[in-house]
């Protein structure tokens, strides 16, 4: 059973340029979280999907930021017109359902030049 | 918020020693997990413990949870070098549906 995938792990996009990161939740996991870490600094919550719904969006920038979590297919977050501040990493994470330990992919880096 | 906060936000201790992370947190919960994450790496999860559970082994870990005062400790026994990385606590919201959210973390360094 592979983990959480996501791609590409590193990512350079220049300033006013789209990103799209990837992540495929493990096998049987209907619940995909993604998460964003700048340096040194701990984990921010972003958005909560399910398969085919946003459930919680409540950390998601007002701007240029969307996720979504097709019937088929990976989640996808997409950030438009990328500016520096967006270089961080970006984690996804999944699960099976509610309450239960959630299991995070490797991360993808995304640095704005 | 119910956002976690580790303490301390950071330790340093020699090899052999053991290691104490406390964790606090704002709203009741379902569970509580503590993640370990090397450096650019991504999140290894340790111990999840439900708000039923007042104590937890894994291994070398220990994790204890007092709802009552809404804090987790993880205990690291006989520290090693390789545990030296980041660990977080993170907290879902006690609600239907269950947002995952991390504390800021506290780094370890072991050193050998």
């Known amino acids: 059973n592979a983990g959480v995938m996501q791609n590409p792990r590193h990512l350079v996009r220049r300033r006013g340029q789209e990103a799209r990161l990837r992540c495929s939740p493990m096998?049987?996991?209907?619940?995909v979280y993604w998460y964003r870490q700048l340096p040194e600094e701990g984990l921010k919550f972003m958005v909560y999907?399910?398969?085919?719904?946003?459930?919680?969006e409540s950390g998601m920038p007002k701007e240029r930021f969307s996720a979504e979590f097709p019937k088929e297919g990976p989640s996808i977050l997409r950030i438009q017109q990328v500016v520096r501040g967006d270089s961080a990493a970006y984690f996804c994470?999944?699960?099976?359902?509610?309450?239960?330990?959630?299991?995070f992919g490797e991360g993808s880096w995304l640095t704005v030049v | 918020s119910q956002q976690g906060e580790e303490d301390p936000q950071a330790l340093s201790i020699q090899e052999g020693e053991n290691a104490t992370m406390n964790c606090s947190y704002k709203?009741?919960?379902?569970?509580l997990q503590w993640y370990r994450q090397n450096s650019g790496r991504g999140l290894v999860h340790l111990i999840l413990?439900?708000?039923?559970?007042r104590e937890k082994h894994s291994g070398r870990l220990r994790v204890t949870l007092d709802t009552s005062k809404k804090s987790s400790s993880l205990l690291i026994t006989a520290s090693r070098a390789a545990d030296t990385a980041s660990y977080f606590c993170?907290?879902?919201?006690?609600?239907?549906?269950?947002?995952?959210?991390f504390g800021p973390g506290t780094s370890l360094s072991v050193i050998p």
């Open positions: 994470a999944s699960s099976p359902d509610l309450g239960n330990t959630i299991y």
């Open positions: 096998k049987g996991h209907s619940h």
């Open positions: 999907l399910q398969k085919e719904n946003i459930i919680d």
């Open positions: 709203t009741s919960i379902n569970n």
């Open positions: 413990i439900r708000s039923n559970e």
């Open positions: 993170a907290t879902d919201g006690g609600t239907s549906y269950d947002k995952v959210i």
